[in-house]
């Protein structure tokens, strides 16, 4: 059976880089990704994945006003079960840094050859946190050598977050209110030192927070 077609919204004020997207994705990936919707406006961008309703979102971070870091939050905010994927094509990590705090379950620079695309889009919606190696450096740089003791609880909310489970899922799991969930969470981020669950998933994957 043929695996189903990802579908993909690209948020991008360069409309070279949007056809490039829209002609060499689906060629590069043997038709299992496309372009379903495309809009260079930052503002406009929650409007067009709520109206397109794709399993994955493009965001280029650097775009005239509001920015793509609105555009980030503003999609999550209105379609949280869309994945949202930052694009920059600068060196700078504080805007990737941003992205994440806002929402987005990864990041992926410009620069980045089509056919190298599919398998970081892939786990994305599988619930990983996909994140460049050298960004990743930066974002444990800091806590490189330290220890985070969590109990068995904090482990399974870990693990349950590094699946891309939400909420609802968790608190199921558990067998807890999504209110607990939530100050669970919070408090987990808290002991991490990170502001954001993808950057939990990071950490947890990166120094084996997740071994038995």
């Known amino acids: 059976m043929r695996p189903p077609t990802i579908r993909l919204v690209v948020v991008d004020d360069h409309p070279l880089f949007v056809r490039g997207i829209e002609l060499l994705l689906p060629a590069s990936t043997d038709g299992r990704a496309e372009v379903v919707g495309s809009t260079g406006d930052a503002a406009a961008a929650a409007a067009l994945v709520s109206r397109c309703m794709p399993d994955l979102a493009l965001v280029d971070l650097h775009m005239p006003p509001p920015g793509g870091i609105r555009a980030v939050a503003a999609i999550r905010r209105t379609t949280p079960r869309v994945r949202v994927v930052a694009m920059s094509g600068g060196d ?16 992926l620079p410009k620069s980045s050859e089509p056919e190298e695309l599919l398998p970081p889009l892939l786990a994305i919606l599988a619930g ?45 799991q558990l067998h807890v209110s999504e209110r607990t969930v939530k ?30």
């Open 92 to 107: 700078d990590p504080a805007p990737a840094m941003e992205a994440l705090r806002a929402g987005a379950e990864g990041f």
């Open 128 to 172: 990983w946190a996909v994140l460049p190696a050298q960004l990743l450096r930066g974002l444990l740089g800091p806590a490189r050598g330290a220890r985070v003791d969590l109990d068995g609880e904090e482990r399974q909310l870990l693990r349950l977050i590094a699946a891309g489970r939400n909420t609802f899922e968790i608190a199921d």
């Open 183 to 212: 100050r669970m969470t919070a408090a987990l981020l808290r002991k991490l030192r990170v502001s954001s669950r993808a950057e939990a998933a990071a950490l947890a994957g990166h120094a084996g927070l997740l071994g038995e």
